[in-house]
């Protein structure tokens, strides 16, 4: 099973910028689908953002296209999330996982971090 550890959460004012970390660990992540999903409070689970292990196949949901974006650093075994001209509607707990469903293995996720974006 994937361990993943996120960080970098926080409060910030809107217009501003956060980078969500994610650190892997447990199995190789190669062929793995990454992905940083969010849940604010009364609201489903969404899938913010995904990356292939390899770094192909980005995907973004529409409301963060041009404002987010998903990065993977194979040699250190971390994703990122880098959030741009953060909206209060941003504000949610980001969850890291690793998806390797496709490949007949698990889905594992963070604990989450909190983003909070104030208006």
């Known amino acids: 099973q994937v361990q993943l550890v996120e960080s970098g959460g926080g409060l910030v004012q809107a217009g501003g910028s956060l980078r969500l970390s994610c650190a892997a660990s447990?199995?190789?992540?190669?062929?793995?689908?990454m992905g940083w999903i969010r849940q604010a409070p009364g609201k489903e689970r969404e899938l913010v953002a995904s990356?292939?292990?390899?770094?192909?196949?980005?995907y973004y949901t529409d409301s963060v296209k041009g404002r987010f974006t998903i990065s993977s650093d194979n040699a250190k075994n971390m994703v990122y999330l880098q959030m741009n001209s953060l909206k209060p509607e941003d504000t949610a707990v980001y969850y890291c996982?690793?998806?390797?469903?496709?490949?007949?293995?698990?889905?594992?996720w963070g604990q989450g971090t909190q983003v909070t974006v104030s208006s």
């Open positions: 996982a690793a998806d390797g469903r496709h490949l007949g293995l698990d889905l594992s």
């Open positions: 447990g199995r190789t992540l190669s062929s793995y689908a």
């Open positions: 990356i292939r292990w390899n770094g192909t196949s980005i």
